[in-house]
């Protein structure tokens, strides 16, 4: 019980975090970072709910796949974005890019 | 009967045809006029034979109309039914040269129509009726010429002064009526005291109105602005006529009291307008007086106690003078006016019809043997025979020299000068009515014996009234030839050409206050109806605010919507920055929401 | 017990590497402190004995930083950090949004009732084996799903990331 409400807890902070971080920062790769911490506060509570609550179904490592796969697949498309922008635009600072203001 | 009442219904179905058809008018009045001379003989014929004719027509609730031919209105209406039928036939020549044909013929037909109504009414509400009827019609003709503001004023003055005047005979038929609860006039005699003496004022008030007697004399002379056709046959023979005829129907009536006013009434008349028509400078305004001036001879005669003689008097001036007018009417259209400036030597030029105008206008005065003589004989008769003889006698003498005086003057101002050659047109039309109205004139004294015997009365021989009559008579006219009418008048000459106007005359009495009251209330008038515009205003006013309000108001909604709506719209469009990290917010707290949603379970 | 040790530790490790993460200006650091972080997580894999996992998380992420830190010297404009500029924006916005994640991920964490714990745990190769097993029979379909989306993914990378022939 007590581990897993520590690992709930640590899920929970390291969400926060990840939360301000995509929020706040103004470079693009920062943002990434922060999406990055937000899905590692997931698997961890992936991780702790397969091990504490139902250890013998394996679909919770299964997710926990997933999500890496999803962090590696964002960060690919990210940087492939944040070359192009990098090129058209000479930088990836969000707060230049207002193109698509209504 | 129905032949006698052709009399009234022949004059009557030539006003509808003419009305109608529009043409052929003179031939129509024409046809109109002789049936109505047929039946007038016939009635007359009858009389003789002793008949009597009645007729009654549906009229107010309890007062039936009557029409009733006994020997007194068989005779009046032979007279105006000859009369009219003569100055029809002058007519068709006269108006030869006139416009207005239609409007002429067909309101001359129906003033016959209505007169010969009035004649045979044996009924107050007929003879009420058909006295207003002539009334209008009078009006109409004398103001026949439309472009000619004398001929307007003149008509609007007779009408006034007769209408005035009318108002005694309303009275007097109220006064008759509600005293024997029968509107037939010879009933109606019965009623005695107090109510006959009224009755009897009242009604010598209308006649004296309609008979152009003092002092309601003036709008005979401004009538005479009307063409000569219409002075001849309305104000001389019988119109004018009306009143005197309304007092020989109603001698039974009268009082001896009444009568004596009547008398005194008449003789006055005949004095007064006998010296306006000494001073007068117009022929036809000369013949005016002078009719003014038999009428009193006539209302002398009835007060006197001779109803005879005034009808006969009646009778033979109805020729004399229309013969005179008619003449009048001859010269008029040969030189182009009535003034006596303009007509001097006329009577030369036109020796045939000066003629005829010498043998009428000489009977006038009564020299013999034309029929007036006998005429004046019977009114001086009975001014001699009278009570009050003392009264009479003067004023009839003094009367008869005036009536040779001017007699003379207007005949010597026609005949001294030169003639010019003028040639008249319609000459043989006007001579012919003429020339039948002179032989009228002349020979109307062969008759009066058998009138006499027809109703009734008797006639004296030749008395002291005829020597004194005879006398006034030559006496006159050698005055009127040989002394012109300055010397003859001294200092009444202005008053007597001015027609003795009293008191500002008939103007300042009574039409003007009457045109300022109608001027008072039509103010009052023009204010209810500015009132009610005003009301009317207020509410188109009132309509407008309304709408202006409603535009502004729906107006100033829809545009408070729109700039809200714009307003929301501004602000909405301000999520859509563009910006990323906005956008991430936005996607953050939609993710909240969904999950808030989920975990209450909506 | 050890185990809710161990656990606590990395996870405040992890936690206090996030935190470096976007309080430091140099974006190397940013990048190491990442990497740090992420490790510390896979630590706590293998404290809670997902063996499989934890390496896996170990390895993955020691590339991916490495070459997040190289992107970052190549894009940003200061990655010395040397220029002293502040690089945030909507602080307060993000502040509230991070805390109220916060808050709200604690109070279901600590208030729900997460049933009876299981104390026994399958050994680390039984573990591999029925890992294996998932993903071929029940798991097919997401793990087919999975290799298209990043087949997908490396070819959109690429095609964003050419340059545009001229």
């Known amino acids: 019980m007590a581990t897993l409400t520590v690992a709930l807890i640590v899920g929970a902070v390291l969400f926060g975090i990840g939360l301000y971080g995509a929020l706040s920062q103004t470079n693009l790769v920062m943002i990434m970072m922060g999406v990055e911490l937000m899905l590692g506060a997931a698997m961890v509570n992936l991780v702790a709910f397969w091990r504490f609550l139902h250890p013998e179904v394996y679909a919770g490592q299964m997710f926990v796949l997933i999500v890496m796969t999803v962090m590696a697949l964002e960060m690919t498309v990210g940087f492939g974005i944040a070359t192009g922008r990098f090129r058209a635009k000479g930088s990836v600072e969000m707060e230049e890019a207002g193109d698509l203001k209504g | 009967m129905i032949t006698a009442t052709l009399t009234i219904l022949g004059p009557l179905a030539a006003v509808v045809l003419i009305l109608l058809l529009r043409r052929g008018a003179s031939a129509l009045a024409l046809l109109g006029t002789a049936a109505g001379l047929v039946g007038a003989g016939f009635a007359l014929a009858g009389m003789a034979n002793g008949a009597r004719y009645a007729a009654t027509l549906p009229g107010l609730p309890g007062l039936p109309l009557r029409l009733v031919v006994e020997p007194l209105t068989a005779v009046l209406s032979a007279l105006v039914a000859v009369v009219g039928f003569l100055v029809v036939v002058y007519a068709v020549g006269y108006m030869k040269v006139e416009d207005g044909k239609v409007r002429s013929f067909a309101q001359v037909s129906f003033f016959l129509a209505a007169m010969q109504a009035l004649v045979l009414a044996g009924d107050w509400v007929l003879l009420l009726a058909a006295w207003e009827l002539i009334g209008v019609s009078s009006y109409l003709l004398i103001g026949f010429h439309l472009d000619r503001p004398a001929a307007a004023s003149g008509a609007a003055r007779a009408f006034l002064y007769t209408r005035s005047a009318d108002l005694g005979l309303y009275a007097a038929i109220f006064v008759l009526v509600a005293g024997t609860g029968t509107s037939e006039i010879p009933a109606t005699f019965d009623v005695g005291g107090p109510s006959a003496t009224a009755a009897g004022l009242l009604l010598l008030l209308a006649a004296a109105g309609k008979s152009a007697q003092a002092p309601l004399h003036g709008w005979l002379q401004d009538a005479m602005a ?155 008769a009975a001014a001699f025979g009278a009570e009050d003889a003392w009264a009479f006698v003067p004023l009839a003498i003094l009367g008869t020299l005036l009536t040779g005086a001017y007699v003379a003057r207007a005949l010597r101002l026609l005949w001294r000068g030169e003639g010019r050659d003028t040639p008249v047109a319609g000459a043989s039309w006007m001579g012919a009515g003429l020339a039948a109205l002179a032989v009228l004139a002349a020979t109307l004294g062969a008759a009066l014996p058998p009138l006499a015997r027809l109703l009734g009365a008797e006639t004296e021989g030749l008395g002291l009234g005829a020597v004194f009559g005879l006398a006034a008579t030559l006496a006159g006219l050698t005055v009127g030839w040989y002394v012109s009418p300055g010397r003859l008048l001294g200092p009444l000459r202005g008053l007597a050409e001015s027609g003795f106007r009293i008191g500002g005359g008939f103007d300042g009495l009574v039409a003007r206050p009457a045109l300022a009251t109608a001027r008072v209330l039509s103010v009052f008038d023009d204010s209810i109806h500015a009132v009610v515009l005003g009301v009317g205003r207020l509410g188109f006013a009132a309509g407008r605010a309304s709408r202006l309000a409603d535009e502004r108001g729906i107006d100033g909604l829809i545009s408070a919507l729109v700039d809200g709506v714009r307003r929301l719209g501004g602000r909405a469009r301000e999520l859509q920055s563009g910006l990323v990290h906005k956008e991430l917010l936005l996607a953050v707290v939609g993710a909240a929401l969904i999950f808030l949603l989920l975990a209450t379970g909506l | ?106 109070a279901v964490a600590v208030l729900a009732g997460w049933g009876p714990v299981e104390e026994r745990v399958p050994a680390a190769t039984a573990q591999v084996r029925g890992l294996g097993i998932e993903i071929m029979e029940r798991s097919m379909l997401v793990f087919e799903t999975a290799g298209v989306t990043i087949l997908t993914a490396m070819i959109a990378a690429t095609a964003i990331a050419i340059q545009r022939r001229r």
């Open chain 2, 226 to 380: 009307g063409p000569t056709p219409v002075s001849a046959l309305l104000h001389s023979a019988t119109l004018v006529a009306a009143g005197a005829i309304l007092l020989i129907r109603a001698y039974p009536l009268l009082p001896p009291g009444v009568l004596l006013v009547v008398g005194l009434l008449g003789g006055l008349t005949a004095l007064v307008t006998g010296l306006v028509a000494l001073a007068q400078t117009d022929l036809k305004r000369l013949l005016a007086a002078s009719t003014s001036s038999q009428y009193g001879f006539m209302l002398l005669a009835l007060g006197a106690g001779g109803p005879f003689g005034a009808l006969a008097h009646l009778v033979a001036h109805a020729a004399m003078k229309s013969a005179l007018f008619l003449g009048a009417g001859f010269f008029q259209h040969a030189r182009g006016s009535t003034a006596f400036d303009h007509l001097t030597g006329a009577g030369r030029e036109h020796r045939r019809v000066f003629l005829g105008f010498v043998v009428a206008g000489l009977a006038l005065p009564g020299v013999p043997p034309p029929g007036g003589v006998w005429a004046e004989d019977a009114v001086l």
């Open chain 3, 1 to 106: 017990m050890i185990q809710a040790v161990f656990t606590g530790l990395f996870g405040l490790a992890a936690i206090w590497f996030g935190v470096v993460v976007f309080r430091t200006a140099s974006m190397v650091r940013s990048a190491l402190a990442l990497l740090f972080s992420m490790a510390a997580i896979g630590g706590m894999f293998l404290a809670m004995e997902a063996e499989f996992l934890g390496v896996l998380q170990l390895m993955m992420m020691a590339t991916e930083m490495a070459i997040m830190a190289i992107f970052m010297v190549m894009y940003m404009m200061d990655p010395g950090g040397l220029g002293g500029m502040d690089m945030t924006h909507q602080k307060r916005a993000s502040l509230v949004a991070g805390a109220l994640g916060a808050l709200g991920s604690l």
